[in-house]
């Protein structure tokens, strides 16, 4: 006996189908939009409570003075930071470290470790794969010789390399915050937007325009996350997005002389060193 129930036909069931797979193909890109506009925000968030703790430090120990970006380390291993050598430009200035023992004194004041690490760096290999690295925040890297721990934001303050000769005039020169009375126009914290021009690196952006980007030698940065950014975080306290298409090349964070030829080579003239990595702000 019939029941009278009808089965759905092929036909029907091809279009319901090929409903789900257009609502599918609308929503989840939007859904993941939504999750890096989210990344942005808590990045945002970070950045400023960051900038809120270096600001306390420098109202606190260091009496008007922000922290020293890390610099070079002499044989000895204890930090120079005499101004006169840096200016020779045989000294190295990276900023995504920082020296330990000034870490120390500043988690006096950033008491949540995560506060310096970009929600988005932080699902990188460049977390994930350092077995240093423990989810809380900074960390000491496993290839480090120098005691410094490596932070996931860019930080601006206290480094000389800013007065190195620029001979490279494409390059925009920059200006490190050293104390609470600069400008609170200058950036004291930015997302990671380098570009390492070498065999040995690669163009990076924590914010590409789907997530975390890395290119290969020699893609530029503005190919690979056009519609990417970078949030900033000013001495004023101030955090801004800002678009990588409004962003500008800078002279370089960190310096190697010409060590094969024993000599002081710069290396943005392209003849000297491994790397000659810049960074975008």
């Known amino acids: 006996m019939r029941t009278g129930k009808k089965a759905f036909t092929l036909v029907e069931l091809l279009v319901v189908i090929s409903i789900i797979a257009l609502l599918l193909a609308v929503l989840i890109p939007a859904l993941s939009r939504a999750k890096l506009l989210a990344e942005r925000v808590v990045c945002s968030g970070r950045e400023k409570d960051a900038a809120t703790g270096f600001l ?27 101004e006169t050598i840096y200016l020779q430009g045989r000294k190295w200035s990276l900023l995504s470290h920082f020296a330990v023992e000034r870490w120390i004194n500043l988690k006096t004041y950033i008491k949540e470790g995560r506060t310096l690490i970009c929600p988005a760096y932080a699902k990188t290999t460049d ?42 005039p494409s390059i925009n020169s920059w200006k490190s915050p050293y104390r609470m009375t600069d400008s609170g126009s200058l950036p004291l914290l930015s997302d990671f937007a380098n570009e390492f021009s070498s065999a040995a690196g690669a163009p990076f952006i924590s914010h590409g325009n789907s997530g975390p980007k890395k290119g290969k030698y020699p893609e530029l940065l503005s190919t690979i996350a056009s519609r990417g950014g970078s949030n900033i975080a000013c001495l004023d306290g101030s955090v801004r997005w800002k678009p990588i298409r409004e962003m500008k090349k800078y002279y370089r964070g960190k310096n190697f002389a010409v060590e094969v030829r024993n000599i002081v080579q710069p290396i943005e003239d392209g003849t000297g060193g491994r790397y000659y990595p810049y960074g975008y702000w």
């Open 56 to 82: 306390a430090y420098a109202a606190g120990i260091g009496n008007g003075r922000l922290p020293i970006g890390q610099m070079g380390r002499n044989t000895a291993g204890t930090n120079i930071e005499d």
């Open 127 to 168: 977390c994930t794969s350092d077995p240093n690295y423990d989810g809380t925040g900074p960390w000491m890297p496993k290839r480090a010789t120098w005691r410094a721990v490596k932070f996931g934001y860019n930080y601006h303050g206290g480094h000389f390399a800013e007065k190195w000769t620029v001979v490279n």
